[in-house]
């Protein structure tokens, strides 16, 4: 199993972890199926009332699509298969708050989870970046979801500088893609209290909280949604190109702000 789910029946509180600690929590096809398992499961189940979701280890939440996963697409240039679009608990109309914790670095498809989060709680160590135009990709759903969550010219200035340059928790934290901040690994922790709080609440009156900000940026989402497919086709590089620049990517460290 790569999603590992455990429950507290005393909190009513839910933490859903990417297990995959050894490809940095990398989001393979069985991953996919995995979550949107855990999404519907957790709909059904009265006894959970708040969500935390992280990832396995201390070097990475998620890296988002694992490089080695081949995705089929159909012979359609009007159809276009992204597996990441349904990994998030709104896709899957789950309502219920979902807070994430995040440990080491989270980029590129991490952030179809993290923007479907409520909040979002990291540790010291934690890094955010996204690599798409580095490797001769459009970032298209990722960029709609974190100019929602961030001033648009620090999303902007994330997503541009792809592997050159990545934000770091603090960074993070005054810019407000970050909630709160803690000490190296005690991310999860926290994020659990957060959640046992939230659980104690009446759950009709969260859940219906929840669904109200998330109304208030769905129009917007839905927009910027809608030219993504065009615009990936329109401005990513050939499969092979995109092998050959990421199989010759620049050994200089990142610049971390």
């Known amino acids: 199993m790569s999603v590992r789910l455990g429950t507290d029946e005393d909190t009513g509180v839910a933490v859903v972890t990417l297990d995959r600690p050894e ?96 909040f979002i709680v990291a540790g010291a160590d934690a890094v955010f970046f996204d690599p798409h135009t580095t490797y001769g990709m459009v970032s298209a759903y990722e960029s709609v979801l974190l100019a929602q969550r961030m001033p648009y010219g620090e999303a902007a200035r994330m997503m541009l500088m792809g592997t050159a340059e990545r934000i770091s928790a603090h960074r993070a934290h005054q810019v407000g893609l970050v909630s709160e901040l803690t000490g190296t690994g005690a991310a999860l922790s926290a994020a659990v209290a957060r959640a046992t709080v939230i659980a104690g609440y009446p759950p009709a009156g969260v859940q219906g909280t929840v669904r109200a900000l998330w109304s208030a940026k769905e129009a917007a989402r839905t927009a910027g949604f809608a030219q993504a497919p065009h615009l990936i086709s329109l401005g990513n590089l050939p499969n092979e190109d995109q092998t050959r620049l990421f199989a010759t990517r620049s050994a200089t460290r990142p610049h971390i702000r």
């Open 23 to 118: 490809r940095l929590n990398a989001i393979d096809l069985e991953t996919v199926r995995e979550l949107k398992a855990v999404w519907q499961r957790l709909r059904f189940d009265d006894d959970v009332r708040a969500v935390v979701l992280t990832g396995a280890g201390q070097r990475a939440f998620s890296t988002g699509i694992d490089r080695d996963t081949v995705v089929p697409q159909p012979g359609s240039p009007f159809m276009q298969d992204d597996p990441l679009l349904t990994v998030g608990p709104k896709a899957n109309d789950l309502w219920k708050p979902v807070v994430a914790a995040v440990e080491g670095m989270a980029c590129g498809g991490a952030f179809y989870l993290l923007g479907e989060c409520e």
